[in-house]
């Protein structure tokens, strides 16, 4: 069966400072891979999707990144981290090449920055 | 373009009784709609969804969702609630035409609050 990590749970950093958050998928070879924020515990931002290795797409212009280094992996990174990035961020991925399947996602990774 | 509506912030209901969270879409093509729920500090579980068929579609833990296109909408039901189904309730969509990234578009949630 597929699984899908997120590491760490939870982070507090300063503002200015990196982040790294990763993503990883296991049981499933080359599906879609999404980052979502999730801020005050509501709605869903999706920030950047991946279609395959190297393949990043950005949603929405702000100081993060992201990077998909291997088929399963994917990465969620900024090089001075602002107040604003606080939130909840969550990893999804999909598989199939029709549109009509679910996504299943991550456990999340707690961002606060301070 | 693909928009979510959820109306309600929050919906209470008292245990036992049935609840409704309601949810209306707009995209371009056909609609492919999904709810799903999320629990505190945790990431969302899929609970059901259309694609076509039945209007009716039928999902885990007792949830039900029916599907009404003239009024593009895509409610969640359950006939009895429980207090262990308090949660965050997200509706979802996505165009049936879409490739490539399969993006989907996410309500922006409403929180169930069932009662004892």
């Known amino acids: 069966s597929q699984t899908i990590h997120q590491w760490p749970a939870t982070l507090v950093q300063p503002v200015g400072s990196p982040l790294s958050l990763e993503c990883t998928v296991e049981?499933?070879?080359?599906?879609?891979l999404y980052w979502y924020r999730q801020a005050a515990g509501r709605g869903l931002q999706l920030l950047f999707y991946?279609?395959?290795?190297?393949?990043i797409s950005s949603e929405v212009p702000q100081n993060l990144s992201a990077s998909r280094p291997q088929d399963r992996q994917f990465i969620l990174s900024s090089k001075k981290l602002l107040l604003s990035d606080s939130g909840f961020y969550l990893c999804a991925w999909y598989s199939g090449r029709a549109g009509g399947n679910e996504q299943f996602f991550g456990p999340g990774t707690r961002l606060t920055v301070l | 373009a693909q928009s979510v509506a959820q109306p309600e912030d929050q919906v209470n209901v008292a245990e036992g009784n049935p609840l409704t969270v309601k949810c209306t879409y707009s995209?371009?093509?056909?609609?492919?709609l999904f709810w799903y729920v999320q629990y505190p500090n945790r990431g969302l579980q899929f609970l059901l969804k259309y694609i076509t068929g039945d209007n009716l579609v039928k999902g885990s833990y007792g949830f039900e969702a029916e599907f009404n296109k003239s009024q593009t909408s895509f409610h969640l039901k359950k006939p009895s609630a429980l207090v262990s189904d308090s949660a965050l309730y997200f509706c979802a969509v996505r165009d049936s035409r879409s490739t490539g990234g399969f993006k989907t578009i996410f309500g922006a949630g409403t929180r169930l609050f069932v009662k004892a």
């Open positions: 995209v371009s093509g056909n609609p492919y």
């Open positions: 049981g499933t070879s080359n599906p879609n």
């Open positions: 991946s279609v395959g290795i190297g393949q």
